[in-house]
Structures are given as C-alpha cells and as structure tokens.
T-cell receptor
Framework: DARVTQTPRHKVTEMGQEVTMRCQPI?????VFWYRQTMMQGLELLAY????????DSGMPKDRFSAEMPDATLATLKIQPSEPRDSAVYFC?????????????FGPGTRLTVL | DAKTTQPTSMDCAEGRAANLPCNHS???????VYWYRQIHSQGPQYIIH?????ETNEMASLIITEDRKSSTLILPHATLRDTAVYYC????????????WGLGTSLAVNP
C-alpha cells in the first residue's frame, strides 16, 4: 500500500528556530505539493514541483520559507526563522502528473507549533 | 483563477444518498473538477474527478452540468465514516493558474 510519508508528525519549537519538514513521495510519482492548513485560511498551496523542478512557489513567503527536492525520494520544506504565525499543519502530496491531470495523494501532515 | 463555492455544512441520514453541490462558474474549458475529502486530522483523500462527462467509481458519482458551471458529488449510501469535509476544486496541471482550495463542505452523517 504505497503512501506519502512525512516526518516529523509533530514539532514544537520556539520562535526564531529553524524548522525542517520532510516528505517522501510515493515511488514513481513525479509531482510534489506542499500545503499549509489553518482553521482560518484552509488549505493553502505553498509550492509545487514537477520532476524535481519548482513550478509554482508563489504561495510561499520567500524571506523565510524554502522548498527543495534533493532527489526524487525526498522533498523538504524549511522555515528559518520560524514565527508563531507559522503554526499550522503542513501537508505534502504527490502525484503522477500529466500535462493536464494531477491527482494528489496526501501524507498525514506535520503539525507545527511555534511558541 | 478558478474558484469554487460550496455550502459550509450539510447533514445526511445514514444509508441515504448525500448530494454535495459545488459552483465553479469561472472554470475554464480545460480545467478538471476534482473532489477530495478530509476526515478529521488526516490528510485529504482523493475521491473522483471529471472534465465534461459524468463519472462514477467505487466511492462516489460526479455529475457535471452541461455548461460545466456546477457539479454535484453523490455518495449513494452514506455511512458514518463518510463524515468529513469535502472539497471541490477546479484545476488543470498545464494551466498557469493558481490551485485554490476553498473551505469545503462539512458533511455530518447522522445515525
């Protein structure tokens, strides 16, 4: 049963600290999405990769957030420095993207709390 | 950007059909309608998607109007485990349009 995995599942940190979240997409998938979810804003797309290249990161605060795919089996989302307003659940999703369709399969999320 | 509007919440009796509506009046001709659901504290789960024709799979049916400005997700025999937030989004991976998720419809299936 292929699944997207995310680590850590929970993270509590203090303001100003660096946070790194990791995602292992489903083997063979060529697209990766990073989302942030809060009660007020719902699901917000932060970044979107296809074949490891970033296609859209317009939803990401560039001054503190960065997203990378070092290889096809790992995607990372970093926040440096973290702020209390970054507290949210961060989801990674992967898909077998074609030129038009891209069904997304979500991981369980990382619940981040910044004190 | 193709935005969708959905009712905030709905109720359904267990065993009955749940019909969840979605308006996407600004959808472009090549954008697909996708439905996902999110059970509390889990990641969203794909349900179904379609372009023009109605679609059915083991989970649900998707009815898209002829003008494609709205659609309805049908859960034919709702169970308690179908209680979740249901999201409708309009998207084409090849378009340079931002993927936008709304707040979805919170469906409560009651015994």
């Amino acid at each position: 049963d292929a699944r997207v995995t995310q680590t850590p599942r929970h993270k509590v940190t203090e303001m100003g600290q660096e946070v790194t979240m990791r995602c292992q997409p489903i083997l063979g998938h060529n697209t990766v999405f990073w989302y942030r979810q809060t009660m007020m804003q719902g699901l917000e797309l932060l970044a979107y990769f296809r074949n490891r290249a970033p296609l859209d990161d317009s939803g990401m605060p560039k001054d503190r957030f960065s997203a990378e795919m070092p290889d096809a089996t790992l995607a990372t989302l970093k926040i440096q420095p973290s702020e209390p307003r970054d507290s949210a659940v961060y989801f990674c999703a992967s898909g077998l993207g074609s030129l038009s369709t891209d069904t997304q399969y979500f991981g369980p999320g990382t619940r981040l709390t910044v004190l | 950007d193709a935005k969708t509007t959905q009712p905030t919440s709905m109720d359904c009796a267990e065993g009955r059909a749940a019909n969840l509506p979605c308006n996407h009046s600004t959808i472009s001709g090549n954008e697909y309608v996708y439905w996902y659901r999110q059970i509390h504290s889990q990641g969203p789960q794909y349900i179904i998607h379609g372009l023009k024709n109605n679609e059915t799979n083991e989970m649900a049916s998707l009815i898209i109007t002829e003008d494609r400005k709205s659609s309805t997700l049908i859960l034919p025999h709702a169970t308690l485990r179908d209680t979740a937030v249901y999201y409708c989004i309009a998207y084409n991976a090849g378009n340079n349009r931002k993927l936008i998720w709304g707040l979805g419809t919170s469906l409560a299936v009651n015994p």
